[in-house]
């Protein structure tokens, strides 16, 4: 089945840490983004990315980064630099174009 | 600048119908429509490109009116299933080839029995 698929589900860490969430798709895409929910709020784009070894900051790009060495993976690093990092992080590819974004399940990462 | 929703919530009884606007600021070139059930990933409505087009499925429909840079979400005769937050998503017209939405803080839609 296609899909994406992110890893873990739920993520604890201690601050002052730096933490890497997974993101992985098999649908081909060639885009893929980076999401950040916090409750009760939309959704706030971190980072995009349109093909391989190429991506761009989003709305709220610092304390994050990323990487994009293979078309399925695009990997997210929340740094100590980030401030609040505790919130839900969403993944999503798509197809180039005005085409629908397909999200991951979501990793929820609790700093404390 | 992100688009402002209208409801915030909205509690229906099933069966009955429902409306939820998106307005920006800016020029559009699109509009997503997602949906979220609590805890999950937001799940694919509908898009709508610049024309004005109306699109739906089934009892869900929308409308886009590039001019005054809005957009609406319409629900028919409510189902149960129906209930979660409602999210739009809004690319501008100047974005170019980057497909970078920006989503509104949402609707919460509870439907009742």
């Known amino acids: 089945d296609g899909g994406i698929t992110q890893s873990p589900k739920y993520l604890f860490r201690k601050e002052g840490q730096n933490v890497t969430l997974s993101c992985e798709q098999n649908?081909?895409?060639?885009?893929m983004y980076w999401y950040r929910q916090d409750p009760g709020q939309g959704l706030r784009l971190i980072y995009y990315s349109q093909i391989v070894n190429d991506f761009q900051k989003g709305d709220i790009a610092e304390g994050y980064s990323v990487s994009r060495e293979k078309k399925e993976s695009f990997p997210l690093t929340v740094t100590s630099a980030q401030k609040n990092p505790t919130a839900f992080y969403l993944c999503?590819?798509?197809?180039?174009?005005?085409?629908?974004?397909?999200f991951g399940p979501g990793t929820r990462l609790t700093v404390t | 600048q992100q688009p402002v929703q209208s409801p915030q919530a909205v509690i229906l009884r099933e069966g009955e119908d429902a409306v939820i606007n998106c307005s920006s600021s800016?020029?559009?070139?699109?509009v997503h429509w997602y949906r979220q059930k609590h805890g999950e990933a937001p799940v694919f409505l509908m898009i709508l490109l610049k024309g004005g087009e109306q699109k739906g499925h089934e009892k869900i429909s929308a409308s886009f009116n590039e001019k005054k840079q809005q957009s609406s979400l319409y629900l028919t005769a409510s189902q149960l299933s129906y209930s979660g937050t409602y999210f739009c998503?809004?690319?501008?017209?100047?974005?170019?080839?980057?497909?970078?939405?920006?989503f509104g803080s949402g609707t919460q839609l509870t439907v009742l029995p």
């Open positions: 998503g809004t690319e501008g017209a100047s974005s170019g080839s980057a497909r970078q939405l920006t």
């Open positions: 999503a590819s798509s197809i180039a174009g005005p085409y629908e974004q397909y």
């Open positions: 800016k020029a559009l070139y699109s």
């Open positions: 649908l081909n895409h060639d885009a």
